[in-house]
């Protein structure tokens, strides 16, 4: 495993706009996004990891919710380093289709993106508003392996309170999940 530095995207601050494959073979920009949605949630992800796969359906609830109301999800993964855009574009293809993913599935080939927002582990969770600043960061929320128990949701009430114009409660939040391997 290589340590690498990893840019922080503190609170209050502008989020990285980036140009990455998604599985529709599209390229995807962070601001055609900003443009098109009130608020953007860029979630940290991997195939492999069973941290989000024990988060997935809550992200597809949480999209399915709050897309009526200008949101959406994206997952960007940073993970797939297999020397071949396709085949590693492949593997994002039949995971999303798996689980049948309802949100934007974007690779991350030279982790440059990932490393700027100062993603750490998968999953981890960015709220950018509509002007592109980041106002959330963290857990989804503080019960990984029991999705029906009673704590926060945290990415939730942060969608809610932006949405609200209220400040967001908890703007960031320690990660739980797996670590990013960063390639040299």
């Not at 582990?121 to 981890?124: I, Q």
């Not at 009673?150 to 949701?153: K, N, Q, R, S, T």
């Given at each position: 495993m290589t340590i690498l530095e990893a840019i922080d995207t503190p609170i209050g601050s502008y989020a990285p706009d980036f140009e990455l494959?998604?599985?529709?073979?599209?390229?995807?920009?962070l601001s055609r996004?900003?443009?098109?949605?009130?608020?953007?949630?860029?979630?940290?992800?991997?195939?492999?990891?069973?941290?989000?796969?024990?988060?997935?359906?809550?992200?597809k609830n949480?999209?399915?919710?709050?897309i009526q109301s200008g949101f959406t999800i994206i997952g960007l993964n940073a993970s797939e380093a297999t020397g071949d855009a396709r085949?590693?574009?492949?593997?994002?293809?039949?995971?999303?289709?798996?689980?049948?993913?309802?949100?934007?599935?974007?690779?991350d080939p030279t982790q440059d993106v990932t490393r700027s927002f100062g993603a750490r582990?998968?999953?981890?969770a960015f709220l950018?508003?509509?002007?592109?600043?980041?106002?959330?960061?963290g857990q989804i929320d503080d019960r990984p392996h029991n999705p029906l128990a009673?704590?926060?949701?945290y990415l939730r009430n942060a969608i809610a309170s932006l949405f609200k114009d209220e400040e967001?409660?908890?703007p960031e939040t320690p990660i739980v999940g797996t670590s990013l391997i960063w390639r040299d």
């Open positions: 494959p998604g599985i529709d073979d599209q390229v995807h920009h996004y900003l443009n098109k949605f009130r608020a953007v949630g860029v979630v940290s992800m991997c195939n492999h990891c069973p941290y989000v796969e024990l988060y997935l359906d809550r992200l949480i999209q399915a919710e709050f085949l590693s574009l492949a593997n994002l293809k039949a995971f999303s289709q798996r689980h049948n993913l309802n949100f934007p599935y974007l690779w582990k998968t999953p981890m950018i508003d509509g002007n592109g600043i980041v106002r959330y960061k009673v704590g926060e949701d967001i409660r908890q």
